[in-house]
């Protein structure tokens, strides 16, 4: 009796089980456009707005050592009083674009030992009727010559050459720049014209004046059918200048120096002359041949610069902040890349060679010679140096490269600033090598 009974009650709560379950699903079924195509259209909105979104982002650790402590060195910035070796994150990045129709937006910060500080942050602006126009405001890289745009992640040597890290602190600077170029479905996309306005004292300042600097570069890119040949070659200008800050500027000449003459600094000093532009222009051209052969594949770049640089009286390198009396130099520089992989292994070597001759109106011993009166004499400032890289690069995968490499500078002599320190005397040849280590992860 008492099992009829138990068999009865599991009977009824089946029933009603089987009742409720038939209930939930009549009311999901009604319920279905109104709770789970909404969600399903957010899921599919927020997949939408993700894949616009490209994060990016790389970090280099390296070792460097230096031939004599204490040296200043375009390897990495100056290395301190007594050190001659040293562990550093050289760049640690990380990288945001947005991309919407015929818009983008980009930032891009840097994160080392030193600090954080911002190296992009931009938004870019396509024409959406013949897609060949595009305006970027913001800050970003000067569109000057090839090596400035050229990614760090990518470049084969550790840094820039020293003739674009003193003309281009930072690379990049606040400012807005037209771009054109034909869309990749056009016959004519091999030609790129960048022109923009920019505040001229880089990318981390507030400007210190009102003048505005005019940068345009040129450029023309051509692949041959097998696309185992490509070329490019380049045209750049630089239109610009600062405000001077006092009635003193200096430019050379000959000019008055114990028993004769001297090429030197000529003091022109015109109080009306404060506040008025210094002059500042570059013009550059640059090249570059890529090739695939069974040697491996080879890359061949070069770079050259000339023009007017005013700098101050112990630096020809571009200020950031306002500075005082004014020195007018003229220069010229050059880089040159031969980058080949070996056959078809990982393994890539690196040989380069740039120059940088900060004032082309003086050499050798007549570099700081004492002169008379208020002219100024020529100084370091106005040494010319060259530098050989030998580098080898090993590309473990996507994602990781390995760079053992050795910069070998040489710098222009004179007996005239000859000096019993090892990093004063310029009479000889300095001990300023680096070698550098640099393992590097990109994603």
Request: aromatic letters at 12%.
């Given at each position: 009796?008492?099992?009829?009974?138990?068999?009865?009650?599991?009977?009824?709560?089946?029933?009603?089980?089987?009742?409720?379950?038939?209930?939930?699903?009549?009311?999901?079924?009604?319920?279905?456009?109104?709770?789970?195509?909404?969600?399903?259209?957010?899921?599919?909105?927020?997949?939408?707005?993700?894949?616009?979104?490209?994060?990016?982002?790389?970090?280099?650790?390296?070792?460097?050592?230096?031939?004599?402590?204490?040296?200043?060195?375009?390897?990495?910035?100056?290395?301190?009083?007594?050190?001659?070796?040293?562990?550093?994150?050289?760049?640690?990045?990380?990288?945001?674009?947005?991309?919407?129709?015929?818009?983008?937006?980009?930032?891009?910060?840097?994160?080392?030992?030193?600090?954080?500080?911002?190296?992009?942050?931009?938004?870019?602006?396509?024409?959406?009727?013949?897609q060949c126009f595009a305006?970027?405001?913001?800050?970003?890289?000067?569109?000057?010559?090839?090596?400035?745009?050229?990614?760090?992640?990518?470049?084969?040597?550790?840094?820039?050459?020293?003739?674009?890290?003193?003309?281009?602190?930072?690379?990049?600077?606040?400012?807005?720049?037209?771009?054109?170029?034909?869309?990749?479905?056009?016959?004519?996309?091999?030609?790129?014209?960048?022109?923009?306005?920019?505040?001229?004292?880089?990318?981390?300042?507030?400007?210190?004046?009102?003048?505005?600097?005019?940068?345009?570069?040129?450029?023309?890119?051509?692949?041959?059918?097998?696309?185992?040949?490509?070329?490019?070659?380049?045209?750049?200008?630089?239109?610009?200048?600062?405000?001077?800050?006092?009635?003193?500027?200096?430019?050379?000449?000959?000019?008055?120096?114990?028993?004769?003459?001297?090429?030197?600094?000529?003091?022109?000093?015109?109080?009306?002359?404060?506040?008025?532009?210094?002059?500042?222009?570059?013009?550059?051209?640059?090249?570059?041949?890529?090739?695939?052969?069974?040697?491996?594949?080879?890359?061949?770049?070069?770079?050259?610069?000339?023009?007017?640089?005013?700098?101050?009286?112990?630096?020809?390198?571009?200020p950031a902040t306002q500075?005082?009396?004014?020195?007018?130099?003229?220069?010229?520089?050059?880089?040159?890349?031969?980058?080949?992989?070996?056959?078809?292994?990982?393994?890539?070597?690196?040989?380069?060679?740039?120059?940088?001759?900060?004032?082309?109106?003086?050499?050798?011993?007549?570099?700081?010679?004492?002169?008379?009166?208020?002219?100024?004499?020529?100084?370091?400032?106005?040494?010319?140096?060259?530098?050989?890289?030998?580098?080898?690069?090993?590309?473990?995968?996507?994602?990781?490269?390995?760079?053992?490499?050795?910069?070998?500078?040489?710098?222009?002599?004179?007996?005239?600033?000859?000096?019993?320190?090892?990093?004063?005397?310029?009479?000889?040849?300095?001990?300023?090598?680096?070698?550098?280590?640099?393992?590097?992860?990109?994603?």
């Open positions: 009796m008492k099992s009829l009974k138990l068999s009865f009650i599991l009977l009824c709560l089946l029933t009603v089980s089987f009742a409720e379950s038939r209930l939930m699903a009549q009311v999901m079924e009604e319920s279905k456009p109104d709770t789970v195509y909404p969600i399903i259209e957010k899921l599919q909105s927020d997949a939408a707005l993700f894949s616009r979104l490209k994060i990016t982002g790389y970090i280099q650790s390296q070792f460097q050592k230096a031939d004599t402590a204490g040296i200043e060195s375009f390897a990495a910035g100056n290395f301190p009083a007594g050190i001659d070796n040293r562990f550093a994150v050289r760049r640690g990045r990380f990288k945001l674009a947005y991309d919407h129709a015929f818009s983008q937006y980009v930032l891009q910060v840097d994160v080392t030992e030193k600090g954080v500080g911002i190296k992009d942050a931009y938004v870019s602006f396509t024409d959406p009727w013949l305006v970027t405001a913001g800050v970003f890289d000067r569109p000057f010559g090839y090596e400035i745009s050229y990614s760090s992640s990518s470049r084969e040597s550790p840094e820039r050459s020293r003739m674009f890290q003193t003309l281009f602190p930072g690379e990049r600077d606040l400012g807005a720049k037209l771009t054109f170029q034909p869309p990749k479905t056009s016959r004519f996309n091999f030609i790129k014209i960048d022109a923009g306005m920019f505040n001229g004292s880089g990318p981390n300042v507030v400007d210190f004046d009102r003048y505005k600097d005019f940068i345009s570069h040129l450029s023309v890119i051509k692949t041959n059918r097998s696309e185992k040949l490509k070329a490019g070659i380049g045209l750049s200008y630089y239109n610009g200048g600062w405000r001077q800050g006092t009635k003193y500027n200096y430019s050379m000449n000959d000019v008055a120096a114990g028993e004769g003459n001297a090429i030197a600094f000529e003091i022109d000093s015109v109080a009306s002359a404060v506040g008025s532009k210094l002059r500042r222009e570059y013009f550059g051209t640059d090249a570059q041949v890529l090739f695939d052969s069974p040697l491996g594949l080879t890359q061949l770049r070069g770079e050259y610069i000339m023009g007017t640089q005013p700098g101050i009286a112990s630096s020809s390198s571009s500075p005082g009396d004014a020195y007018i130099r003229k220069f010229n520089g050059a880089y040159f890349y031969w980058v080949q992989n070996i056959l078809q292994s990982k393994f890539q070597t690196v040989v380069k060679y740039d120059f940088y001759d900060p004032n082309t109106g003086v050499t050798g011993d007549n570099i700081g010679v004492k002169i008379s009166g208020k002219n100024k004499a020529t100084n370091a400032a106005d040494i010319k140096y060259s530098t050989l890289g030998l580098g080898l690069v090993y590309k473990w995968n996507s994602q990781v490269k390995i760079t053992a490499y050795y910069d070998m500078v040489s710098n222009e002599t004179t007996t005239a600033l000859k000096n019993a320190s090892t990093l004063k005397d310029l009479s000889t040849n300095r001990l300023d090598n680096v070698l550098t280590l640099r393992v590097q992860y990109k994603f």
